[in-house]
């Protein structure tokens, strides 16, 4: 409503020449372009056992190997942060119902909290979620495992760590030996 | 007249065009007002995200949905991340309108330097035929310059801004004054050797490039270090932009003054001297209203925009623009048809991988209907392809240490290219100003009835069928290729709407870029385009831009003395 009245007034005044809208325009200028929000997530996405449970698994994704994993890279924080405010909200829905299913499947099979639960226990949860050996598992895994892979490989131990990051190259070689280089490059 | 002007000259945009002519303008010896609608980006130190991260960046470069929903639902189409939405135009504040079915992708600037800070760079001359074609085969109106009136032009701007290619010596692809080229790389090397072994006349040539290859210490400007960051705006000046190249040139005269957040809305008019006689212009951050007034006006506010500033220029109660004796004003918009692209597999060369990334890769030249031959192919014109080769990282499926582990793998060779087509100039190709709907500064929003016809549609079918034969017969496998609607304005090309001609019934500008129905009014971005030719149309905005404003500044001497 309060849009259609503002257009109408800018009409209006557009008719009775340029200084009558001096005001309108200041009020219009208030609608700033958009600033994107990089502080603590706004609204908390999972209950403390799914969050609990999301951070184990997301180290599963990706572990601590001859690097850091997941966890170390700050891919939880990304996960949080990405659902509560750089999605749309609907993207939490297939994240919470998956984790909440992997918790079930848990307390079932193994009698204890999937984030307690063992490494081979936690690999056999997700597992069972990627072979979609229960309802949205599938669903919940190819959209998990894609949050902690964008996580991970955008963090700064992703980047710098696990893969080479090369900010000013300075050169070209489209002929570059690939037995000269250990990691592939970041960026 | 002159002394009561605090300025000689307005020019109206700051992008390619805009930038030049303020420069060429200040050169010469005129003082001039550059007003723009966007807010100021100072060169370096408005580049808030050059050289960073991914981990370093809002949202790790992604722009959030619901932000793109609600202000960047056009942008998008563009190339927006979080490291470059400053310079992107927000949606939501600046709207336009089209019809049902008659969707138009309007991706504009935000900031003083236009698109100049977030364009493609690729940088070629218009052929000698670009300029014949229309004459030739009867197609709207004949372009009144030759080839031979801007090659000098295109000189001038190439030695100036620097642009990187290799001399091909092609009649229907003229050489720049090249800089040495960005290097191909193996499979590309591979590629092109038997592309053209089995397509004769065909080629596979390095892209072009406002990216400079080599130094320019007097503009204070390094060459390009190969980070592929280009949108985020370079510190280096490595690549063409107003703030790097042609905007501390017009300041350095100490004759240009410089006006951001100044949203033009329409010009003033002498109907019985026949000239502009001012600009006016809101704050766009304090809504006042101003109008300025100098001898000389350059509109360069984009194609598009400055056919809304042309159309809203007119007498109280009229809907006809001062400028519209022609009644062609707003006909004949044109933009690239690009959304076909093809890729395969390049065999083998496994042991090479690329250091850097570079900004542009390899260009295919157009090879249909050249210079006056029909390939009875169905359509008119033709299209070149712009690509290049990568090892991309593999993508392993599953997940856990085997998963990470493969992750540090290159995949084999990898070649994609997308066509860029000719659009006809049709004249119910238009745009016009919305009869009710106003902007936030009282300006009707323009409308689009913009479309592809069936020649463009053929010409893309085309590109994708002969772009799989020739990857194909070059001995790619896995060879797919893909097409996605094709809505005009994608491609960032749009041109047209104020084109040239000799003749003032059937022209808005003549030879000069100059109104015919104001001596004092150039318009030299796309919006004088009289046909679109298949290859990219900065660089050739540019060599119009500075000589219409050599012949601007010899008239503004001659009226003054």
Known sequence: MIIDRRSALIGVAAMFGSNLFTPIARAAARDAQPIIDTGKPS????????????VALSERVIPTTDTPGAIAAGVPDYIDKLLADWSLPEERI???????????????????????????????????????????????????????ITGYYTSEIGMTQEREYLPVPAEYDGAFLYSKINKVYSA | MASTNRFDAIVIGSGVSGGFAAKELTEKGLKVLMLDRGHMVEHQEGYTYDGKPAFELPARGTVPPQVVASDYFIAKYGYVST?????????????YAFDEGKEFRWIRPAAVGGKSLIWGRWSFRWSPDDFEANKREGVASDWPIRYEDLAPWYSYVEKYIGVSGSRENLPYLPDSEFMPPMPMNVAEKWMKGRLEANFPGRKLIHARLSNITEDKPDQNRTKCQFRNQCSNGCSFGAYFSTQAVTLPAARSTGRLTLQSNAVVTNLDYDPAAKRVTG???????????????????????????????????????????????????????????????????????????????????????????????????GFKRGYGYQGGAHRPVAEPVGFGASMKNAMRRYDGWKFSMGAFGECLPYEDNRVS??????????????????SFRDNELKMMADAREQGEKMLRGAGLTNVTSSEEKHVPGDAIHEMGGARMG????????????????????????????????????????????????????????????
């Open chain 1, 43 to 54: 609204v908390p996405v999972f209950t403390p056992v799914q969050h609990a449970t999301m």
């Open chain 1, 94 to 148: 297939p994240i919470v119902a998956g984790l909440d299913a992997v918790e079930a499947r848990s307390k079932g099979d193994y009698k204890i909290s999937a984030a307690r639960a063992t490494v081979a226990q936690q690999d056999a949860l997700l597992t069972a979620a990627m072979e979609d050996r229960f309802t949205g598992g599938a669903d919940f895994f190819d959209k998990f495992r894609q949050l902690v």
């Open chain 2, 83 to 95: 490291s470059n939405l400053q310079f992107y135009n927000d949606d939501r504040l600046n709207p």
């Open chain 2, 279 to 377: 600009v006016r212009y809101v704050d766009a951050k304090t809504g006042q209203a101003q109008t300025v007034q100098a001898n000389l006006v350059f509109l360069c506010a984009s194609t598009i925009g400055s056919v809304q500033i042309l159309m809203n220029s007119r007498p109280s109660g009229s809907e006809r623009s001062y400028f519209d004796t022609s009644g062609t004003l707003g006909r004949y918009v044109m933009d690239h048809i690009f959304r076909v692209n093809v890729s395969g597999d390049i065999p083998g060369m496994d042991e090479y991988i690329e250091y850097g990334r570079r900004p542009g890769q390899v260009y295919i030249p157009r090879f249909r209907n050249m210079a006056g031959t029909d390939d009875r192919v």
């Open chain 2, 433 to 450: 100003l919305h009869p009710s709907k106003v902007d936030r500064f009282g300006v009707p929003l323009l409308r689009f009835d913009v």
């Open chain 2, 502 to 561: 000799r003749d003032p019934r059937s022209s808005v500008l003549n030879s000069w870029s100059q109104a015919h129905d104001a001596s004092n009014l150039y318009v030299t971005d796309g919006a004088q385009m009289a046909s679109a030719a298949c290859v990219n149309p900065s660089l050739t905005f540019m060599a119009l831009t500075t000589r219409a404003a050599d012949h601007a500044a010899r008239n503004f001497r001659a009226t003054a003395a």
